[in-house]
């Protein structure tokens, strides 16, 4: 393959008269345009050849194509690729090149047929898959639509409101329930694959099978007065879920003109509004993300030596709380062997308890079967000493937070369990080095801080020190990745990533009461930002415990840059902590449902008088705006210093631990990737300003300083960062 090029197609004529052309472009047959281009020339070719009565398509190495290639939309976006004429590939390729064609075409699908994938397989007249394949139009999840004409054929052949929920969810079908829908015709072996589908093709051209146009057909459609007010109702979903996201409803556009006005308007519609969402800011952010969760895994120095994971066969997990059992929850979910340590059996009882929880509440909705229950809690064992660990391979220490007790635990397992097994601790504040003190270990002392629930939340931050070996990352990468957590490797310090960029957003939202805002207002305007809820509510549900002990741990180590404010600790004083205790910034009632308390007046009045602050009158009427600006540039200003300090290795490894970790949206790109789409140079003379009112809370870090006065991107890589990784 030429370098310049990125992946081809190659046509193969048999002696029985069918062209099988075939998709190449590792790792997952995506559809460049140098591949998109190769296949209608091999179209062509195979059209006006007279040996040829039939086409069928397939992917290479047991893949059919896993779409687009999304890295086209980047080109486009950046100006490095003109975009092809409106319509080229769906309607003069995809419906006038291919499906219109005097010869038939088969798709052979294999392994994954996603977005234009499984649209080009749906412009051939009939699709033969294997029993694993996935099927599915996730482009909307991307900030794209289908836009090879899914919007027009699915409908066609699952009816409108199948096809309406694996657009607007994403979520692909298997094979066999591809089969009952009608998108796919036949399910056969591997093994059986090609010459079922050639067979087909060639009953096609004798007519012993119907040659079926997708696009054309209209059995599966309902009547128009239905179909309108399904796609009503579908619009308001959409507005309810996804606010701030345009392309959904523009897709639900696309859609809606090819029932009202037929296929061709359709497609032309498609492809109209396909061109136009590539430029949204949105999908600008949706792009940025898929590439960048990818790029968590890959660690200069340590996932380019070539090193293979090692085989993990058996964990020890310390602790059964809350994080330990979470934690033992989703390794035995991943058929991970665990044996969970406590101190006493009444622990032990009650952490083994937590996980039973855990599964049985899957066993409730439904998406864990009871025998699947009783199989992954056989896999996990309890103990009160630390003979079992003779033999296991990694420990995850999730006691609470107390130095001298980790050191003790870790000085423990240096004892008794093998020289090769990785000793993880899920610290989210204590130095790793300080744990390690008593032992000589330090190259296979790791940080593994996951997110509560440990089963739930998809973040995981691998924490290595100066001395942890690489190999131990590797094989904490690879852990993560079979309990399908997104891994951000991050340097030792005080809060790592997720934590230290969180806390600056609490406290300037203290602030802003303490002055005057209103709390109420705050977090209905960082809701509509896209955050899952406001730092109030999200404080309530953390219990606030958990707020002052986290809040020490920065006042101690970070105490020019804190804002202490007592309205939480006052709270505490009372009683109220937060949603445990049915009262805090909310009052909840039976469901657990917020609603505002006119008491918590008199705590902000209160703590007011305690820090000498004064009601500020511009601050009390600030727009929505301003309020998302006063909460996430001390944010920004924080991750500034992460990445600055060499915590982070890559800005986008932060936009990862922003959006995984905190909640930040998406389809904002994370935080640094909205920061330099706001521009660098206006958050540094609005924190610079700020700092000037108000103090040193806002004060814009060196790095912030530097690249704000330039107006140079937040993103752009540390040249010569203090590294500490
Ligand atoms: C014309 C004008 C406009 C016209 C208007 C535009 C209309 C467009 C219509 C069509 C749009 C689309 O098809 S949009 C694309 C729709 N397809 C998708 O969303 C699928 C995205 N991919 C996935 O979900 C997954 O990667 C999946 C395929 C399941 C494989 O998962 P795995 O865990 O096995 O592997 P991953 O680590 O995710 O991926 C392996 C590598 O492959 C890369 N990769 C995966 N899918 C890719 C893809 N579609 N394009 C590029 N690269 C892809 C990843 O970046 C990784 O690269 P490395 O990290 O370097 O190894």
């Known amino acids: 393959m030429d370098s310049r090029t990125k992946g081809k197609t190659v046509m193969e004529v048999g002696s029985d008269g069918v062209a099988v052309i075939t998709l190449i472009n590792p790792p997952v047959n995506s559809l460049s345009f140098d591949v998109l281009y190769n296949l209608k020339s091999n179209y062509e070719e195979a059209l006006s050849r007279n040996d040829v009565k039939a086409i069928v398509i397939t992917g290479a190495k047991g893949k059919f194509s896993g779409g687009f290639d999304i890295s086209g939309f980047g080109e486009i976006q950046k100006g490095t690729r003109k975009e092809p004429k409106v319509g080229y590939i769906s309607i003069d390729i995809l419906t006038d090149l291919l499906e219109a064609a005097r010869k038939p075409s088969v798709a052979a699908i294999d392994g994954l047929a996603l977005g234009g994938g499984l649209e080009l397989s749906m412009a051939c007249h009939a699709r033969i898959s294997t029993p694993g394949a996935q099927l599915g139009l996730p482009e909307l999840q991307l900030g794209v639509i289908p836009g090879f004409g899914g919007t027009q054929r699915l409908p066609r052949l699952v009816g409108l409101t199948k096809a309406l929920e694996m657009i607007l969810t994403s979520k692909p079908v298997r094979a066999e329930e591809g089969h009952s829908l009608g998108l796919i015709d036949a399910v056969v072996p591997s093994a059986e694959l090609l010459t079922t589908a050639r067979r087909w093709a060639l009953d096609i051209v004798e007519r012993r099978k119907p040659w079926i146009s997708s696009v054309l057909k209209t059995d599966k459609l309902p009547p128009l007065g239905e179909a309108r ?44 509004v396909g061109s136009q969402v590539i430029s949204l800011d949105t999908t600008k952010g949706l792009i940025h993300v898929f590439f960048s969760q990818r790029g968590t895994v890959k660690v200069p120095g340590v996932t380019d030596r070539g090193l293979i994971p090692r085989k993990i066969k058996k964990v020890a997990i310390i602790g059964g709380g809350l994080m330990g059992s979470g934690i033992a929850t989703a390794l035995i979910l991943s058929n991970y062997p665990v044996i969970l340590k406590e101190v006493n059996e009444k622990f032990l009882e009650a952490g083994i308890g937590r996980v039973k929880a855990n599964l049985q509440s899957r066993v409730r909705k439904g998406s864990m079967s009871k025998e699947k229950f009783e199989k992954t809690m056989s896999l996990l064992k309890g103990s009160l000493d630390y003979e079992s660990f003779r033999d296991v391979d990694m420990v995850i220490e999730a006691v609470i937070e107390n130095i001298s007790l980790k050191q003790q635990i870790f000085a423990d397992l240096e004892k008794y369990c093998p020289q090769h097994c990785i000793l993880a601790s899920n610290t989210s504040t204590i130095d790793l080095n300080k744990i390690g003190e008593r032992t000589k270990s330090q190259d296979r002392i790791v940080g593994a801080h996951f997110f509560s629930p440990a089963h739930v939340m998809p973040l995981l931050e691998i924490v290595r020190t100066n001395h942890t070996s690489a190999q131990v990352i590797v094989d904490l990468l690879d852990v993560g990745k079979k309990i399908k957590k997104t891994p951000v490797v991050v340097g030792n310090c005080t809060g790592f990533a997720v934590n230290r960029m969180f806390f600056p957003y609490t406290q300037a939202a203290m602030f802003l009461v303490e002055r005057g805002a209103d709390p109420y207002l705050i977090d209905s305007a960082v809701s509509k930002f896209g955050m899952p809820m406001g730092p109030f509510r999200l404080c309530d549900l953390v219990g606030f415990g958990v707020a002052i002990a986290t809040a020490t741990q920065f006042i101690e180590n970070f105490p020019e840059r804190t804002y202490k404010s007592m309205i939480i600790p006052l709270m505490q004083e009372d009683k109220r902590a937060g949603e445990a205790t049915r009262k805090g910034f909310y009052l909840y009632d039976d469901k657990r449902k917020a609603k505002p308390d006119p008491e918590l007046k008199k705590y902000i009045e209160k703590a007011r008088s305690m820090s000498g602050a004064n009601v500020d009158p511009k601050l009390v009427k600030l727009s929505e705006k301003e309020i998302i600006e006063m909460t996430f540039f001390p944010v920004v200003n924080e991750a500034c210093r992460v990445f600055a300090e060499g915590i982070a290795v890559k800005a986008a490894d932060l936009d990862i631990a922003a959006i995984f970790g905190m909640g930040f949206p998406p389809y904002r790109g994370g935080i640094m990737f909205w920061a330099d789409s706001i521009g660098s140079k206006y958050i540094y003379s609005r924190l610079d300003e700020w700092s000037k009112t108000y103090g040193d809370f806002f004060k814009p870090c060196a790095f912030l300083a530097e690249r ?10 540390v040249e010569q960062a203090r590294s500490r990784l």
């Open 229 to 272: 007010e399904i796609l009503k109702f579908a619009r308001g979903q959409t507005r309810k879920q996804a606010p701030n996201m345009k392309h959904p409803l523009m897709c639900l556009d696309a859609l809606e003109t090819g029932i009202v006005s037929g296929p061709r308007a359709g497609l032309e519609k498609e492809a109209e």
């Open 708 to 717: 704000g006065s330039k107006g140079a991107p937040l993103s752009a890589p």
